[in-house]
């Protein structure tokens, strides 16, 4: 069993010790004759369950997707400079996510549908968040319907809600563009998402399977107020391979 402790490794002159059948033994009391109960309680819990409790808590409150959950650096496959290139741009960002709340600097994943963008933020999201940031990932879909939802009186409103999609210290905004039927005022409110995290210096990882510029764009779709935040406050990150979904194929 991986990272098992064997008893041994417990000073049980000094500790009470107990098992725990996946992690192995762990010091639960301080030893104390004195005291009722036999000594002062340490962790009545193993401790490495109770992280990885904390973990899985964390990261449902992300709502990183199921698939994308086990998504890393380390399984992601390149097979061409350019994916290699994407890899390392992300890893990077990861690595040095405390320079980038600094600076509010944050990717764009834009190209080819299936290409591997998502992966990439996903396993960006988690590094960031083991690091112990906050960190939370989207649809624009998705967020739009959020900030929506408050219209019914819910209790919370619409200011309160795009706060909450500001004040995370990492945002992932999956599909943008996918959502073709976006109104006037769907693309309003998500400029105020995109403004207020641009204002308050939080990086943000846009991801998007439109054009860079042109028609069918990202320029197009966020239009010039929101699409300049994007390019001023992000490195772009270009995916232009065959989409690994049809391999197969």
């Excluded at 400079?81 to 390392?88: P, R």
């Amino acid at each position: 069993m991986n990272n098992f402790t064997p008893r041994e490794k417990i000073d049980e002159s000094r500790y009470i010790a107990k098992c725990c059948e996946r992690h192995g033994w762990f010091a639960s009391m301080l030893r104390n004759e004195g005291l009722i109960g036999g000594g002062i309680v340490l962790s009545a819990e193993c401790p490495v369950c109770r992280e990885e409790s904390r973990i899985r808590k964390i990261f449902g409150e992300s709502q990183i997707p199921l698939r994308f959950a086990e998504r890393s650096f380390e399984n992601y496959v390149t097979a061409s400079g350019n994916q290699k290139l994407a890899l390392e741009s992300c890893q990077s960002f990861a690595d040095n996510f405390t320079n980038s709340l600094a600076d509010g600097r944050g990717l764009l994943l834009i190209g080819t549908c299936g290409t591997g963008k998502t992966h990439l933020a996903c396993a960006t999201l988690s590094q960031v968040i083991r690091a112990g940031h906050s960190g939370f990932f989207t649809s624009v879909d998705k967020l739009l319907c959020k900030i929506k939802s408050t219209w019914a009186g819910t209790g919370t409103t619409q200011e309160e809600m795009i706060r909450r999609f500001t004040a995370v210290d990492l945002l992932v905004l999956d599909e943008i563009g996918a959502y073709r039927s976006a109104s006037s005022r769907d693309r309003d409110l998500l400029f105020e998402v995109i403004n207020n995290r641009y204002e308050s210096l939080r990086p943000t990882i846009f991801v998007s399977n439109l054009n860079l510029t042109g028609a069918d764009s990202i320029e197009e779709y966020l239009e010039e107020r929101s699409f300049d935040r994007v390019c001023e406050s992000s490195q772009i990150v270009v995916f232009n391979w065959p989409s690994f979904r049809r391999k197969s194929l």
